[in-house]
């Protein structure tokens, strides 16, 4: 432990440097260290969206105040980038290669990566080649890129023909896990960055292990119940006893990394001892990602790979009840027949044949030999590099691993408006527009209801006479009011927010979800959630939702977000949360609806049903083309809810005269 003006920290060497440094409340520290260790003309913060609304002005604000504190003349700059795997391309690179050399930054220029693994392979890379290579810091903002991703000086982008297959090894000048950035997270993606502590614990250190199986809830409640103030945990003395147990079993993973990196930096042998649960784990990664988590993959790999060391005669059973119990007690998979997984992936099997095609991808592999990591006992690896396998018994522990068909069943059937909307039965639904359901004759809303299949109840188009924002009590009463004049339609509820082409305030993002919450209890069949909301209320409510279908959405009205570059972040995230997700973009030409299609059609093999329309008249050929609950209007309606709506009639007349 080091004590600083900021507070107390640790060092973690690396390649002979004490270049990782751990400790809460880190932000000011970082600033200091940077002005003074690491010199520069131009510092450059790079960060994606997500990330710049939570820390992006603390880090500048901090930079700037060090720089006056220590009489640098140096320029701080930032640059904010779109957030998702595909911002890890080579457009991407080049323009904030393009962006650099237009604000004059030289050899001299130091990047600050601001993020998760995206950012920090990204920025990494561009760091590696600009200029023939220039200094980079990480800061690392989740758990699974301070464990994994941020150290070793892996980077790298993406490319069609794989993830990562373009990069360079390029090491940081520093690597800042400030932990008081997990407190951000929502509760799943800590979980899933502590496969990876776990992970580590298992091929090194059984006393590690013990730690982690002992302190579950001191080391959730460290994060998860995080204290808001900047001064508990900055100092031993302040720190709770979660937050040091939290602290020591980041700092043990940092370290196992720290020197498999230093002894074996190009990855050669002793550092393919980290891929432990990643030969399977990747396999199944490949099959159920962006749905299922990358920690939660690697999860049950480590399962089905301590499975294979038993079945090999190298590992006890007793062992594996503890990885088992271990990785299960932080909320960790360890089975495909998990009801979380199976629900997040709507039961997408994982085949046998096709998880061992994937695992012939491997670069542990030695040709046609498939090189897995074996436990010999907890953090105990049977060799001190991956150990050659033969497929026979591989196979055996993947096929004793596959779900039962009731596993599948069950998760396809349980949410029987997704299994209707995947069999194509519902067609459409009507956007209603009414403001006052009291003056709505029964007969009207029967007729609109007559001819769908789903009405949706447009919260924030409703006008509540003693309220600007429609209060619980008087959307409650409009609900039942709706409900008993249609009967059983099914209704989907939405509040759509002023950004999202809809009337709902965008600062009453707790009152928009205490509706949704509202839908929820009321049993409608579908609700609505903007994927622009905050993670942490996206994952409260659906968690909590019950019978109900949630559609992920996002809307686009102003033809911002490309359907060929842009919209496969949205669909990523949506996938994550939606059983159904939807997209919404805006026409300008013909041609955005033909990269509509384009893109429905790149994501036609995943099993969640899709809403994707163009609003605008220049859309309408999109909404004639979506095969989903496309949304419509009614003549018998005020107003058109969306531009470019059109009634069912018409676009089954359209259709018809098209050959549709």
């Known amino acids: 432990m080091v004590q600083s003006l900021h507070g107390d920290i640790v060092k973690v060497p690396i390649l002979g440097n004490e270049s990782i440094i751990l400790g809460f409340h880190l932000i000011s520290f970082i600033a200091a260290d940077l002005v003074q260790n690491v010199k520069a003309s131009t510092y450059v913060v790079i960060t994606d969206s997500n990330i710049a609304s939570l820390h992006l002005s603390p880090v500048v604000s901090a930079m700037k105040a060090a720089m006056e504190t220590q009489g640098s003349t140096s320029r ?17 690179k080049a323009a904030l290669e393009d962006w650099l050399l237009s604000e004059v930054c030289t050899r001299d220029t130091c990047l600050i990566a601001l993020g998760g693994g995206v950012i920090g392979d990204l920025v990494g890379f561009v760091a590696a080649t600009f200029m023939r290579g220039i200094p980079f810091v990480q800061v690392p903002t989740t758990l699974l890129a301070m464990v994994d991703s941020s150290i070793g000086g892996k980077t790298a982008i993406d490319t069609p023909h794989g993830k990562n297959l373009i990069g360079a090894f390029w090491q940081p000048k520093r690597i800042y896990m400030n932990l008081s950035f997990l407190s951000s997270l929502p509760k799943r993606e800590f979980v ?63 370290r196992v990394k720290a020197h498999v990196v230093t002894v074996d930096e190009r990855e050669t042998g002793l550092r393919g001892l980290l891929n432990y649960g990643h030969s399977i784990g990747h396999a199944i990664e490949a099959i159920l990602a962006p749905e299922v988590l990358h920690g939660e993959c690697v999860a049950i790999g480590m399962i089905q790979e301590a499975e294979l060391s038993y079945s090999l005669g190298h590992l006890g059973s007793a062992s594996i009840e503890r990885i088992s119990r271990c990785l299960s007690s932080y909320g960790l998979p360890i089975s495909l027949e998990d009801e979380r997984l199976l629900c997040r992936s709507n039961g997408k099997p994982c085949p046998v044949n096709n998880l061992m095609d994937n695992m012939r991808i491997d670069k542990k592999n030695s040709g046609s030999t498939k090189k897995i990591v074996l436990l010999s006992a907890i953090g105990k690896t049977l060799e001190q590099k991956a150990s050659a396998v033969n497929d026979e018994a591989i196979e055996a522990v993947l096929k004793a691993h596959q779900p039962k068909i009731s596993s599948l ?96 305030p965008d600062e009453c993002q707790d009152k928009m979800f205490e509706l949704l919450q509202l839908g929820i209890q009321s049993g409608c069949e579908f609700v609505d959630v903007d994927m622009t909301a905050s993670v942490k209320d996206i994952e409260a409510l659906v968690s909590a939702k019950g019978s109900s279908t949630i559609i992920a959405s996002f809307h686009d009205p102003v033809g911002q977000y490309s359907w060929s570059s842009d919209m496969m972040q949205f669909y990523e995230k949506a996938s994550l949360y939606g059983d159904v997700v939807k997209l919404i973009g805006t026409a300008k030409c013909m041609q955005d609806n033909i990269e509509l299609e384009v893109f429905r ?21 999109s909404r004639l083309l979506n095969p989903f609950l496309t949304p419509t209007t009614h003549i018998l309606l005020p107003f058109v809810a969306a531009p470019g709506q059109m009634t069912d009639q018409q676009i089954e007349q359209w259709r018809k005269e098209l050959c549709l």
Request: aromatic share 6%; net charge neutral.
């Open 76 to 92: 701080i700059m930032s640059r904010v980038i779109k957030p998702g795997e595909l911002s890890k391309s080579r457009v991407t």
């Open 192 to 254: 899933n960055g502590m496969a990876e502590v776990i992970k580590t614990a298992c091929i090194w250190s059984l006393n590690d292990f013990i730690k982690l199986e002992e302190g579950v809830e001191k080391i959730q409640d460290a994060v998860l119940k995080g204290v808001e103030d900047n001064v508990t945990g900055s100092t031993v003395e302040t720190r709770t006893e979660g937050q040091c147990l939290l602290l020591d079993v980041i700092v043990s993973s940092a």
């Open 409 to 504: 069943k069950r998760a396809k059937i349980d949410s029987p408006s997704v299994q209707e909307v995947h069999n194509k039965s519902f067609r459409s639904f009507v956007s209603l527009s009414f403001q006052d359901y009291n003056m709505v004759p029964t007969e009207t809303l029967q007729a609109i209801a007559k001819d769908t299949s789903a009405v949706e109840f447009r919260v924030d188009l409703l006008r509540d006479p003693d309220n600007a924002v429609p209060s619980a009590e008087f959307v409650q009463e409009q609900l039942t009011i709706l409900r008993n004049k249609i009967g059983t339609t099914p209704i989907v509820f939405t509040v759509r927010t002023q950004s999202q082409a809809g009337t709902f």
């Open 601 to 621: 059609e790149q994501v036609k093999g995943n099993r969640k049903p899709l809403i994707a329309v163009n609003m605008g008249d220049k859309g309408k050929l």
